[in-house]
């Protein structure tokens, strides 16, 4: 198979020979395994460094002129891009667009009335109901009948502005997200060595030739010979299948590939094969999935797409189950409604022309018949809110785009709302909830601890100070440098890991140079290298000592390092005995006391295996030890220095965590640090506070608490944890991914958890994947972590996962606002439609005017709802969570209650029109009249209403000011100017297409009129809502100070609709008390203070009966007694609902 990838890239003009190798020999290379790999290597090339020659770039140094042969070596060998699907293009999306099943049938039957237009209609078979057969107008003139085939026509022109708006947002849809595509790809960089420096350089900008650092976590970018490893293993499950980690020696299996994933060590690659002449690019070139070889079959195609529908419902975000139940609950009703319309139509118009009349069947016949039909259809597109998809997508489209703006680079759309709905947050610490900048600021060494005033050099025993400057230097990842900053006075800049280039710092503060050490002992000549991992928690590098000796270094977690520690260096530099007891003091006196105070603690050791003579803190060895046997090398240290790292707590976020907890979102710190230093960060946070009940546990005491008998997690045991845990610290991986799925599947309390979950690490993966959203760090997370996750955080900021909260929150209410306004257009077109077709056998609204309100509702209402920018106050409610319904019962109040005000004016127009507004009656017009006045103003007074009820739902949760902000959404603002004004083209030109006929300025005064009548009404509900509450139940949404694991279960819309209220009724006593004071004070200008004194009581009783005597009898106590200053100052939130019902 691959040799007749290989075939693909003969003829090619540029063959590469001025490199000493071509484009077809690398590819053959690349194709070999393991000790085939090897061999082929030294065959072709005899080593990997006579490879890096002919290649013109050098093993160390990189690419020496990059500026002169960047761009040659990617006409020779290729860019490093793999073309994706081409995509659809519009006419592509138009015939999809007009494959939806209500429009197929839309066509059919106006074709089949075009057809059958052009039979003459017999006047006999008219039913009575439809004279008189022409429309006297206002002049008394009659009007010419409409053309038959017209309404045919119109639909038809109906459905294409339909198709075609659909097909424009679908591929606006398909742009947005090959957009975001490309913008997750060129996030991504990789480190490069060129021309002697190390440098970060977009994926797509690597060149063959290319020497690129490796380090655990990464996802390689594209094929390559390994140059040096340390402890080097690579998971190439995505290109055998095999799940077992692969050893990378540069003399046992050199070869390395694109889109595996380094599990642990470091080293450095040439690159020999990129984009389509990859390994990874050559399987998808074969499998048809680039741009140029597309012969998939269609069986395969078929296959995908089942495979893809499949995994799109077995993880589909919380709003969309909820938007799929109810889209299928309104399509069961749209249905029926319009079967039974169709069939009411049918079977009378049967009765009366086969029964009563007595009329045989004739073809003529069918038009009537096909009307019905077409009435039947219209009634079902309007009824099923096909609209709703494009509102989600244009609301999560437009949050995506902003969200960038606030450092959330969202990688999968549905993650975006799924954060609104977010309940638990649970959060790594450095970097996110601190500033990642590291910095030593104490000192245990040599028998002496040095906390703020680290020590100097001189002031060190020679020997101790010696062994942590080369400990240090060394065995710390030579990718990890701090240079000076290019701004005079900034501190240094800090170049890899932070905790490591803490510890280079305090070997600058020291007075030394760790890149001096460096250069004395390059990474070639390490004989041994332990990398960090998570289950280590340390690091080892071997050096020779050249006497055939070698020594140990070791760094990581300061008690696993104390533990392994049988020595210990005194203030004189000389070696004594270190026992348990004095392993425990040195836990106790020094790790606890510098983790109280947030620090990190870092232990240095090292050992010496010598082959002679061994002294008392060194091992005599007789030949080469076993490099492989890691326990049985790392023992027996000798402890140089504890060194406490401080990591300072961002500012913003004690703010933010706040907020978090305002919202209702319990945020849990999930941490590899010890718990005393985990301790004070979150206290420092506020995640802990003074006697809320937190727990903070370690890895060990947790697993101990979940696992049962047989060592098994049980899902009981866990839900006794999970609630209180605020801290866990020690922490793994897998224990982060077992806290995850406990809270995820828990039932315990009455809301379901949404769980968050930050990572940086590659074995953070699994968590980030079971977890609703995930989080990984845009700066220090691994390419794994940020390929499994589904927001990266572009600058490793806690508080920009509260600003996505906001975000996904605002999405939420975007739909729900949409639903608001659509469901109450669907009621009132759907009962119009249904109710007057069983009492006169027609409707006022036509199928070309249904059509219109159509787009109105689904593209235009989508576009203007869908974009209301978020405010604050979104993070002054609890979420709505897994189980909440999608309509509130504030929403259905506002839906029922203005339906039934719209199909109250309709129906009087429609029946008393005539006598209300003097308008000629347009009822019992035959089929194909000419159209009037009269359903005219019955159209134009539905769509008037439905525009000012779009300004309605903007609001929902019952506030009064419904235009508050508006001006904060221009495009709501254009698309309600542009939908009145095609309002007034469509009613005055309209003519026989849109079955309108133009109406004078009186009525359409009227017909305004009667459309901001609905925000007056809207008005009116709210009032009756604030006097009878939907809910005697007190939602703990509105206490922002609550910290518990089992919020209220309360309706959240309706939470926000009581505080509203709440907080009105607080401002009303607030003015009764002003009034109150300016009373007093009027009074002891007329009657002064003495008096005014002697006369309190009396002025109380006076106030009170000018303002309400109900009111001066049952006011408590704490309101006479504070002024309006008085509680202005204070917390609005310590006025609780029943004071505030008895002062009322």
């Known amino acids: 198979m691959y040799r007749r990838s290989i075939d693909m890239t003969e003829g090619l003009d540029v063959t590469g020979r001025e490199f000493g190798v071509t484009l077809k020999g690398l590819r053959t290379l690349m194709e070999a395994r393991g000790a085939d790999g090897l061999k082929r290597l030294k065959e072709d090339f005899e080593s990997v460094e006579e490879l890096c020659k002919r290649l013109r770039t050098h093993p160390t140094e990189g690419i020496v002129k990059p500026e002169e042969s960047l761009e040659h ?54 039913e009575k109901s439809h004279e008189p057969s022409v429309l006297v107008d206002e002049g008394g003139e009659h009007s010419e009948k409409a053309p038959p085939w017209l309404e045919g026509v119109a639909i038809i022109a109906a459905v294409a502005v339909v198709v075609f708006v659909t097909a424009f947002n679908d591929y606006s849809k398909e742009r947005q997200f090959r957009g975001l595509q490309r913008t997750i790809e060129n996030s991504s960089k990789f480190s490069v060595v060129r021309n002697r420096s190390i440098i970060q350089v977009p994926l797509n900008e690597i060149v063959v030739g290319d020497v690129c650092q490796i380090k655990y976590g990464d996802m390689l970018p594209a094929d390559g010979v390994l140059i040096l490893g340390s402890d080097l293993k690579v998971d190439e499950s995505s290109l055998t299948g095999e799940s077992d980690h692969v050893n990378k020696l540069s003399d046992v299996d050199p070869m390395l590939f694109s889109g ?17 002449n990859s390994q990874a690019g050559i399987i998808m070139t074969l499998l048809g999935a680039t741009a140029k070889h597309k012969n998939d079959k269609k069986e395969e195609k078929k296959k995908e797409k089942s495979a893809e529908e499949e995994e799109e419902s077995s993880k589909k975000s919380v709003l ?202 390059p990474e070639d000549k390490f004989v041994k290298v332990f990398t960090f991992n998570s289950s280590r928690k340390s690091m080892s590098t071997v050096l020779s000592l050249g006497s055939g000796g070698y020594r140990i270094f070791t760094k990581g977690a300061s008690e696993i390092v104390i533990k392994k520690c049988s020595f210990i260096l005194n203030s004189k530099g000389e070696v004594e005995r270190l026992t348990q007891n004095d392993q425990k003091d040195l836990e106790v006196d020094v790790v606890n006391n510098l983790a109280c105070q947030g620090l990190r603690t870092i232990g240095i050791a090292y050992r010496d295996l010598v ?26 240290l000798t402890l140089l220095a504890i060194l406490g790292v401080e990591d300072p707590v961002r500012p913003e976020v004690p703010e933010a965590i706040s907020l978090c907890q305002r919202a209702g979102i319990t945020v849990r710190m999930v941490t590899g640090d010890n718990v005393n230093t985990a301790k004070s960060i979150a ?5 802990l506070r003074t006697g809320s009940g937190g727990l903070i546990i370690d890895s060990k005491e947790f697993n101990n608490r979940i696992r049962d008998e047989k060592g098994e997690v049980s899902q009981i045991l866990l839900d006794n944890v999970w609630p209180k845990l605020r801290v866990l610290a020690r922490s793994s991986p897998q224990d982060k991914y077992i806290l995850v799925r406990g809270i995820i599947n828990s039932k315990v309390g009455k809301m379901r958890q949404v ?103 689904d593209t235009l209402a989508s576009l203007a709802l869908a974009t209301e920018p978020p405010t604050i106050t979104l993070l002054h409610r609890q979420p709505y969570g897994r189980t909440s319904p999608l309509i509130s019962r504030i929403m259905f109040r506002n839906i029922f209650g203005q339906a039934v005000f719209m199909v109250t004016v309709i129906f009087l127009l429609l029946f008393f029109g005539q006598d ?39 609001k929902l949760h019952g506030e009064p000011n419904v235009f508050q902000g508006i001006t904060r959404n221009p495009i709501f603002c254009c698309i309600w100017v542009v939908t009145f004004a095609g309002q007034v083209l469509i ?99 007329q009657e002064g203070v003495a008096k005014r004194l002697g006369e309190e009581k009396h002025d109380r009783h006076m106030a009170g009966g000018i303002l309400g005597n109900e009111f001066g009898k049952n006011q408590p106590s704490r309101f006479h007694s504070h002024t309006s200053i008085d509680l202005l100052a204070s917390d609005p939130e310590e006025l609780s609902l029943p004071e505030v019902e008895n002062a009322r």
């Open 916 to 954: 209300l507004v003097n308008i000629s009656t347009g009822l019992n017009a035959e089929l194909g009249a000419p159209p009037s006045q009269h359903f005219t103003m019955i159209f134009n007074t539905f769509v008037m209403m439905t525009l000012f009820n779009e300004v309605n739902a903007r």
């Open 73 to 126: 070596r990617r006409e020779v060998f290729g860019t490093n891009v793999i073309p994706p699907k081409a995509p659809k293009n519009f006419l592509h999306l138009v015939w999809e667009a007009m494959k939806d099943t209500t429009l197929v049938i839309l066509q059919v039957a106006a074709i089949v009335s075009i057809v059958l237009s052009f039979f003459e209609a017999d006047d006999e078979v008219k």
């Open 320 to 521: 969309q189950q909820k938007l799929s139940r109810l889209t299928i609950q309104i399509g069961y009703a749209g249905s029926s409604i319009a079967i039974l319309t169709t069939a009411i139509l049918v079977i009378r118009f049967c009765i009366k022309t086969y029964v009563t009349k007595k009329q045989p069947f004739e073809v003529k016949h069918f038009n009537s018949f096909v009307h019905y039909i077409i009435i039947g259809v219209t009634v079902l597109v309007v009824a099923v809110p096909e609209g709703l998809p494009l509102a989600v997508t244009i609301s999560l489209a437009y949050s995506v785009k902003k969200m960038m703006k606030d450092n959330n680079l969202v990688r999968h759309l549905d993650a975006c709302e799924t954060m609104g709905n977010a309940t638990t947050i649970c959060s790594d610490k450095t970097g996110t909830l601190t500033t990642n900048r590291m910095t030593a600021v104490a000192a245990h060494l040599a028998g002496k601890t040095y906390i703020q005033e680290l020590p100097v050099y001189e002031n060190i025993p020679p020997t101790i100070a010696e062994l942590l400057v080369v400990g240090i230097s060394t065995n710390t990842n030579y990718t990890s440098k701090v240079v000076p900053s290019e701004k005079p006075g900034e501190l240094p800049k800090q170049i890899g890991n932070k905790t490591e280039c803490a510890l280079l710092g305090f070997v600058g503060d020291l007075g030394r140079s760790y890149q001096t050490v460096r250069n004395n002992y």
């Open 611 to 636: 082959p002679y003579q061994a002294a008392i803190n060194q091992t005599e060895i007789k030949s080469t030890p076993d490099w492989n046997e890691e326990d049985v090398l790392i023992t027996d």
């Open 683 to 687: 206290t420092k946070c506020g995640i």
């Open 755 to 857: 769980v968050a979950v930050t990572g940086d690490g590659t074995n953070d993966g699994p968590a980030l994947k079971k977890a609703d959203v995930g989080f990984a760090m845009g700066i220090t997370g691994t390419a794994v972590a940020k390929e499994a996750c589904d927001i990266v955080l572009t600058d490793d900021n806690f508080t920009s996962i509260v600003r996505a909260v906001m975000w996904g929150r605002n999405v939420y209410d975007s739909i729900a606002k949409f639903l608001q306004f659509q469901l109450t257009v669907n009621v009132v077109a759907v009962t119009v439609a249904f109710v007057s077709t069983c009492i006169i056998s027609d409707t006022p609204l036509k199928t070309v005017q249904m059509l219109w309100v159509n787009l109105i509702m």
């Open 987 to 1085: 009613v005055q030109f309209g003519g026989y297409a849109f079955h309108t006929r133009g109406l004078t300025l009186d009525q359409w005064l009227w017909c305004v009129f009667f459309g901001f009548l609905v925000l007056l009404w809207g008005q009116l509900m709210n009032v009756v809502g604030m006097i009878v509450p939907l809910s005697r139940l007190r939602s703990t949404a509105i206490q922002p100070g609550q910290d518990s694991a089992f919020r209220g279960g309360g309706d959240p819309m309706e939470t926000a609709f009581i505080k509203k209220k709440r907080d009105s009724q607080i401002f009303w006593i607030q003015s009764i008390t002003e009034l109150q004071t300016q009373i007093r004070v009027i009074r002891a200008f």
């Open 260 to 276: 595996t994933t380094v599990m642990q060590g470091s080293g450095r690659m040439v690159v020999t094969g990129v984009g389509v």
